[in-house]
């Protein structure tokens, strides 16, 4: 089971999303829905779970998009949090699988 906390933190720390109502819509959900998810310990749907396999590869073409016009002093950073990201989208698809099976 993957822990949505753990993912919310190194979103938080890519940049990638600002506070918990915008984690929450990578899922499809409104603001405070993975709030109160966190609150009560559970994890989300299937459904969700692939909404925010597809949401992570939205921000990782982003961000390979964002790596062409960046100056080469950023492009390692831009690289370095890709390749965090594609290592990330990696584990929510086995978690998929996981949950479809």
């Known amino acids: 089971m993957m822990d949505t906390r753990e993912l919310y933190e190194v ?8 506070n918990a109502d915008s984690f929450s819509n990578l899922f499809g959900y409104g603001d405070s829905t993975i709030r109160s998810q966190f609150a009560k310990g559970i994890s989300p749907d299937l459904g969700a779970w692939v909404r925010f396999w597809f949401a992570l590869n939205e921000i990782a073409n982003d961000t390979k ?25 990696t584990r929510v698809w086995q978690h998929v699988v996981e949950l479809a099976s």
């Open 65 to 89: 998009s964002a790596i062409k016009t960046a100056l080469n002093e950023e492009r390692s950073e831009y690289f370095a949090g890709l390749e965090e990201l594609r290592k990330l989208q």
């Open 11 to 18: 979103l938080r720390n890519l940049g990638t999303v600002d």
